[in-house]
């Protein structure tokens, strides 16, 4: 292949993926090493012919003696090119002691962070990475030895999370070797990429070429072949997990998810692990955390009446009779409520509507619906407010002569203790005037006097679910 076929073939793969649009700014992250070099130099060629903007960014990480050197080579390269460039510096071994994490995964999260923080000030919608046909392979020889799954096969992904890009990911090594060599760029050699210590270059210099030498002499090319095969049979079962994932989820915030175990069972074993492997990524919960020991853990939990797993430090899941929930604590709140209006409390996704109008020429107005309350707008407070349920709470249920324990209704009507510390009461004058969705007070009533009425409906939040009897 030329080297003029070489840089066309990398921009149809730009545009074949939407890599890049006209306009883009584009954060180039160069270590300085071969691979990079290459990518700043085919998309320095390339922004000539569809406007985007480049800007270059190296992090020393400060693990090696001639890492100085590294950044000074980096800088020199951009500024010959006339293209901005920021270098960052971090103590990746510090950071490694200090969050006890491998010097590896400490560099690539200091690497990630530096670039996310620039790419924001700079206003960069896109982060390129010199990642090659050949990284892709041992990525995913790589997950292989460690037992991945059909994601995992699909290796590095040409676009992640709408930032992440690698325009060269179709490319093989002894190409960047040529395409270096054909315009006489310069650039770093890492002497920690042949270190045998790291589980990488084990596969790069030992394992690889032994499989090449003695078993599949194209060994990169099948592998990059299994990896395009397993990402569209990833994305396939990936749609199909989103369009089950809408009906098993009773509710979802970023907080707290609720799943119906009955629909669950509806589906094959592959989709029962994807949606609750999304629903703990839906909670924030890090590839790291949800292995397969977890997400099986979860899985027998569905076949028990009831049950608790501890996910993570602040997340836990509890199977309750027909509803798995994933539950993260609620923080304290305490939400001033419009008395005319509408008002919204985020922390269970739900909102308040409020009216006020005169008294009807009719009978007594009432509700048995939980959801909606009517007080005389005469006695109420002027001012009230949502608070979460807090210990000894207590009021005058409506239509009882006595108090009764809040916690004692709520275990009446078979709220799930885990849930229990999010219900929202309305207060007002020191008082419970309405525990939203079970039972409002005997405070302020409707009667023969009352001139004014005010009333409150409460919609959204999870209680309709969790009281269901088919969910019981």
Avoid at 41 to 69: C, D, G, S
Avoid at 437 to 466: C, D, M
């Amino acid at each position: 292949m030329t080297m003029c076929n070489l840089l066309s073939n990398v921009k149809d793969y730009i545009q074949d993926h939407s890599l890049i649009s006209p306009q883009t700014v584009v954060l180039i992250a160069v270590s300085g090493g071969a691979d990079s070099v290459s990518l700043l130099h085919m998309l320095y060629r390339l922004r000539t012919e569809w406007p985007f903007t480049i800007h270059v960014a190296h992090l020393n990480h400060n693990l090696r003696a001639n890492a100085q050197k590294d950044a000074d080579f980096v800088t020199q390269t951009a500024n010959a090119l006339d293209i901005p460039i920021s270098v960052g510096s971090a103590q990746v071994s510090e950071l490694a002691k200090k969050e006890k994490r491998s010097i590896e995964d400490a560099a690539r999260r200091a690497r990630r962070d530096f670039l996310l923080k620039l790419a924001q000030k700079i206003g960069a919608s896109r982060i390129a990475l010199g990642h090659t046909k050949n990284d892709q392979a041992e990525t995913i020889l790589f997950r292989i030895l460690r037992g991945t799954s059909l994601t995992g096969l699909s290796g590095i992904r040409p676009i992640a999370q709408e930032l992440w890009i690698r325009p060269l990911l179709d490319v093989s090594r002894s190409q960047i070797e040529a395409y270096v060599a054909h315009h006489n760029l310069q650039f770093c050699v890492d002497e920690s990429n042949t270190d045998l210590k790291f589980a990488r270059n084990k596969i790069r210099h030992q394992l690889l070429p032994l499989i090449k030498n003695h078993y599949a002499p194209q060994i990169e090319s099948a592998l990059t072949r299994l990896g395009h095969l397993a990402k569209d049979d990833d994305a396939l079962l990936e749609n199909l997990c989103q369009d089950a994932f809408q009906k098993v989820a009773l509710y979802c915030s970023n907080r707290k998810i609720i799943l119906d175990v009955k629909q669950i069972f509806g589906y094959h074993i592959s989709l029962r692990r994807r949606l609750l492997k999304k629903a703990l990524f839906e909670l924030g919960i890090s590839e790291n955390t949800v292995t397969f020991q977890s997400i099986n853990r979860l899985l027998d939990s569905l076949d028990l009446g009831q049950a608790h797993i501890q996910i993570s430090a602040d997340l836990s899941a509890h199977r309750i009779n027909g509803l798995l929930l994933l539950v993260r604590p609620a923080p304290p709140f305490n939400v001033p409520i419009c008395l005319q209006g509408n008002t919204s409390f985020p922390i269970q996704n739900a909102r308040i509507l409020a009216t006020r109008h005169a008294k009807p020429n009719t009978a007594p107005i009432n509700s048995n619906d939980a959801y909606t309350v009517f007080f005389d707008a005469d006695q109420l407070p002027p001012s009230l407010f949502i608070r979460e349920v807090q210990p000894g709470d207590r009021f005058q249920p409506f239509g009882f002569s006595g108090r009764q324990k809040i916690n004692k209704l709520l275990s009446e009507h078979k709220i799930p203790k885990p849930l229990r510390e999010e219900i929202p009461v309305l207060v007002g004058d020191n008082q419970i005037l309405w525990v939203l969705g079970l039972r409002r007070s005997n405070y302020a009533p409707i009667t023969s006097k009352t001139k004014h009425i005010q009333q409150l409906i409460f919609e959204g939040g999870w209680q309709r679910i969790v009281t269901h009897p088919e969910l019981r």
